[in-house]
């Protein structure tokens, strides 16, 4: 279906020793995504090369790494990208801060792999879903101004027709082919509407689609939460 949102995505890891071995990036790979791995002085550098899908900050060290190098990356061109950080700390306080500082999901060290796999693939499901929704948003203007394009020659012809009939020498003869332009003319501008309107029936469904799915496995992740 040409309008179905993908369900794998490009992850960026950001760990203190990149590793492709660790067991959460092995994990993701298996889950078909694409992943980067980088340390968390070239974090922002590689989120803007590699423009993910979504970030991983793993930090080892209660807010002494993760929250500046969440900071940055939300001052940098990629502050869209959803951020989940894995971090030691139990401190309420510092969780707090790193949702402040811009972080989707907050998840405590040590961790349950399948909980971390589940908030990845709701938050990438979202992001996806967001960025088909945009896209779908930029096709519907496109395929609008299309639309626009097509119908001036149609209606161009009905003006034409309507006027030469309305003159007052027009031609008995004639006003058969006149009447037969603005027939032909507006059955084929009908056309144009009809074709416009079934499309954006299709990503309307599409949408909504992704949106009852997306919506649903956050449900289901937040039920596991509570």
């Known amino acids: 279906m040409p309008h179905r949102v993908a369900t794998k995505g490009r ?17 993701l790979l298996q889950d078909g995504h694409h992943v980067e791995v980088c340390g968390g002085e070239s974090a922002v550098a590689t989120a803007v090369a590699q423009q993910p899908d ?6 080892p060290l209660p807010g002494a790494v993760g929250l500046p190098v969440l900071g940055a990356l939300q001052q940098s061109s990629v502050r869209a990208i959803p951020v989940v950080f894995l971090t030691v700390a ?3 306080q510092r969780l707090l801060n ?16 399948n909980e971390v796999l589940a908030h990845i693939r709701v938050h990438l499901s979202l992001k996806l879903t967001q960025d088909r929704l945009a ?16 119908l001036k020659n149609p209606l161009a012809s009905v003006l034409f027709a309507s006027e030469m009939l309305a003159l007052p020498d027009c031609k008995p003869e004639r006003r058969p082919r006149y009447l037969q ?10 056309g144009y509407i ?11 469904i599409a949408a909504q ?10 449900r289901a992740v937040a039920g596991r939460a509570l």
Not at 11 to 27: K, Y
Not at 137 to 149: G, I, P, S, T, W
Not at 209 to 218: C, K, N, P, Q, Y
């Open 181 to 190: 332009i603005i027939d032909d003319s507006t059955r084929e501008a009908l």
């Open 194 to 204: 009809r074709s416009y309107l079934q499309s954006q029936a299709v990503i309307r």
């Open 11 to 27: 992850i960026l890891v950001v760990m203190p020793e990149p590793s492709t071995d660790a067991v959460l990036v092995q994990r």
């Open 135 to 150: 896209q779908v948003a930029r096709e519907r203007e496109e395929l609008l101004n299309l639309v626009a394009h097509d």
């Open 98 to 113: 790193a949702f402040a500082a811009g972080a989707v999901a907050c998840i405590r060290k040590p961790y349950d792999d």
């Open 54 to 59: 979504l970030i991983v900050l793993d930090t």
């Open 90 to 92: 139990h401190d309420h």
């Open 209 to 218: 689609h992704a949106h009852l799915r997306a919506s649903g496995r956050h």
